[in-house]
Structures are given as C-alpha cells and as structure tokens.
C-alpha cells in the first residue's frame, strides 16, 4: 500500500509542471486526496485538495488561478497541474490521501514527496 508522487523538477519561473499521485494497494476514488508543500525552515502547508469522486475542490490563496488539482480514478491517480511557477512555490510536494468510514475509522497515507525547484 502506497502513494507515490511525481512530476517534480527543475523549472523557470514562469514555467509549468505537472504532478502525479498514484496509489497502489487501495482504491484511490474511496479516499479524498490533498497536495501539501513544505519549503526548507518552514512549516508543511496545504497547497490544493479534492474530494472523493472530483466534485469539490479547494486551494491556498497563493496558487489559486496557478494550480489545478484533478484526478483520474480509473488510473488511481490524482494530478497538480502547475502553471506560472514563481521562485516561492519551491518545496517538496506531498500528496495524501485520507477517508473517514464508520467501519474503518480514520484511515490516510502520505507519499514520499517530490521535489520542485523555480529557479532561472
């Protein structure tokens, strides 16, 4: 059971990622999913977030208009598609995902991170 990202890189400001998250060992759909950042002295914060079935979303004022989060259930993948990258989005990108059952309780799982670099 895993999230695995990528996508991440070097890029010039101005320019454009994209970020995947996959998942294997469970079902991604069952499980809302959020992208979270953490640049190096600061404190992880959350960038974009996307229910369940893709319904509902929601973003930091500082990339609203920039990023898009989306996902593809049936690949078992969420996306951050980046545009106009400034120098202050640089940070590791986390994905987790996480669902709430009467059942199972809480259940959630980080991925690894990927590195994004805005530099000229």
């Known amino acids: 059971v895993q999230l695995v990202e990528s996508g991440g890189g070097l890029v010039q400001p101005g320019g454009s990622l994209r970020l995947s998250c996959a998942a294997s060992g469970f079902t991604l759909s069952n499980y809302a999913v959020r992208w979270f950042r953490q640049a190096p002295g600061k404190e992880r914060e959350l960038v974009a977030a996307?229910?369940?079935?893709?319904?509902?979303?929601n973003y930091a004022d500082s990339v609203k208009g920039r990023f898009t989060i989306s996902r593809d259930n049936a690949k078992n993948t969420v996306y951050l598609q980046m545009f106009g990258l400034k120098p202050e989005d640089t940070a590791v990108y986390y994905c987790?995902?996480?669902?709430?059952?009467?059942?199972?309780?809480?259940?959630?799982?980080w991925g690894q991170g990927t590195q994004v670099t805005v530099s000229s």
């Open positions: 996307i229910s369940s079935n893709g319904g509902l979303t």
């Open positions: 987790h995902a996480w669902a709430y059952s009467a059942s199972d309780g809480y259940t959630n799982y």
